[in-house]
């Protein structure tokens, strides 16, 4: 009798045969390969410029199966991917010819009210969480946009409209289990493999399969005043700016704005006469006091004649999903990002000639504004390190996967970046760096603490099982 096999990929440049009866571990319905009912959602991702086939799709449903996964690509020497979400725009969840562990099937979550924490699978999105914890009018910093995949967004770092109140969303991560390369099933905090607890907040997938995440929670919402709002560009671009580096400076934490140029998408709260039309805009959420939320917002509500204003009374919950809208899953992206330690005159100058080259419909240049509690963690509490940043900026490209102007919309983003970039703190946020950034680039987003992840890579993966990510290798 003859065993079926699978040829996958190693990470020494090999390819190795497994006999699927291996796998009997993880049940038939979490084994996918190309061709399979299932496959192709599971290999669905974000970024639509990613192209790769994974021969092997593992979809586990609990740790012992992560870590039956995770020796069997040790001990075979499989190129391993780990999808969360997908969302990241390096398609880093996939790989071609490997093994992919799709998370997506383990995604409970447990809100503890009376502790202000939350239990997250690590096959949750960020929606998941949101509307689990605004149940009990609580919430943890997250990202913008609600499709995005939990474990990716903290793993590196991860950043949202609550990080100037409580920082980066590793600043509120308690606790992790993760796999790590000798398949051990691990807790990790700050008293317990506290090395490991420190790399993995910011040090990406380098170092084991976070199954399972604890997050500190806060009182906020479930009702908030947010929104976005938008003038023409040409008339106004300058003044709003303006407006936005004075406020950026003077508004209280439970106000974040963030600003964006870009041609007007043919959204319907946008008169169709804009469509296609240069605008400037800002997106607010504030999550205090009504009143005061009135008070702190007038500058901008006072301003000129909107284009749109929808900054009103609404749940956090529809703040977290405003802009999903915006980043459609299978269109194609590349980004290049920086953090800023300010936003001075000479910046703008930057940003807005930057927003004069933009030709595609969906892409834009973009600035969040971060600087409060960030900035008080210690630079090496936690591997995301960049504690002096204040902004996040860059330029944005996106398009549709039919459009044949690819090449244009990137040299266009790359052209953008070096124009920004003399303003930088010198590092950048790992989360946004795309398939053609070298290791330096890698380097810089940690900047002083780099060395030190490569010398806890070694302690936990000296074999560098876990490569397809922004890799460390092992010191």
């Not at 560009?233 to 870009?262: F, K, S």
């Not at 804009?274 to 500058?299: F, M, N, S, Y």
């Amino acid at each position: 009798m003859t065993t079926e096999k699978l040829n996958l990929r190693t990470f020494d440049g090999g390819v190795v045969d497994i006999d699927l009866s291996l796998l009997e571990t993880i049940p038939h319905k979490g084994r996918l390969r190309p061709g399979d009912p299932g496959y192709d959602d599971a290999t669905l991702i974000w970024n639509g410029l990613i192209d790769k086939e994974p021969a092997l799709v593992l979809r586990p449903e609990n740790s012992d199966e992560v870590a039956f996964a995770v020796n069997l690509a040790r001990e075979h020497r499989l190129l391993l991917s780990i999808k969360g979400g997908g969302h990241n725009i390096s398609g880093l969840a996939l790989v071609d010819g490997g093994m992919t562990l799709d998370m997506s099937l383990m995604r409970d979550i447990r809100v503890d009210p009376d502790q202000r924490l939350v239990h997250v699978g690590a096959g949750c999105l960020l929606g998941d969480v949101d509307r689990a914890t605004q149940e009990h009018g609580l919430a943890t910093t997250l990202g913008f946009v609600s499709e995005t995949g939990v474990a990716g967004l903290t793993l590196g770092g991860g950043f949202g409209y609550l990080s100037r109140q409580f920082g980066f969303t590793v600043d509120d991560l308690v606790e992790v289990e993760i796999v790590t390369a000798d398949g051990q099933i691990r807790p990790a905090n700050r008293e317990v493999e506290p090395d490991l607890f420190w790399a993995i907040r910011g040090g990406g997938g380098n170092y084991g399969v976070v199954t399972g995440f604890t997050y500190r929670l806060h009182d906020i919402g479930p009702d908030i005043v947010a929104g976005l709002i938008a003038w023409p560009a040409t008339d106004h671009a300058e003044d709003v700016l303006a407006i936005y580096q004075e406020m950026t400076t003077t508004v209280p934490r439970e106000l974040t704005l963030v600003c964006t140029t870009r041609l007007a998408p043919p959204a319907p709260f946008i008169p169709e006469v804009w469509h296609g039309k240069p605008i400037v805009a800002i997106v607010a959420c504030h999550t205090g006091d009504p009143r005061q939320a009135e008070e702190d917002l007038a500058p901008l509500k006072a301003f000129g004649k909107p284009v749109a204003d929808l900054i009103m009374p609404k749940t956090y919950v529809g703040q977290q999903s405003m802009l999903d809208a915006t980043q459609p899953k299978g269109a194609n992206y590349y980004w290049k990002t920086e953090f800023l330690p300010e936003v001075n005159d000479d910046f703008v100058a930057a940003f807005l000639a930057n927003a004069e080259g933009i030709e595609s419909p969906m892409s834009q240049m973009m600035m969040f504004h971060i600087a409060g509690a960030v900035n008080e963690h210690a630079e090496d509490d936690g591997a995301v390190g960049n504690r002096d940043a204040a902004f996040v900026a860059g330029a944005a490209g996106a398009w549709p996967g039919t459009d044949p102007e690819g090449e244009a919309y990137q040299h266009w983003v790359r052209s953008s970046w070096e124009r920004i970039r003399p303003f930088s703190t010198g590092g950048n946020y790992i989360n946004f760096q795309t398939t053609d950034d070298d290791v330096s680039r890698i380097e810089s987003s940690y900047r002083g603490n780099y060395e030190r992840l490569r010398r806890v890579k070694a302690d936990y993966d000296p074999d560098n099982v876990f490569r397809v990510n922004r890799n460390l290798e092992p010191a």
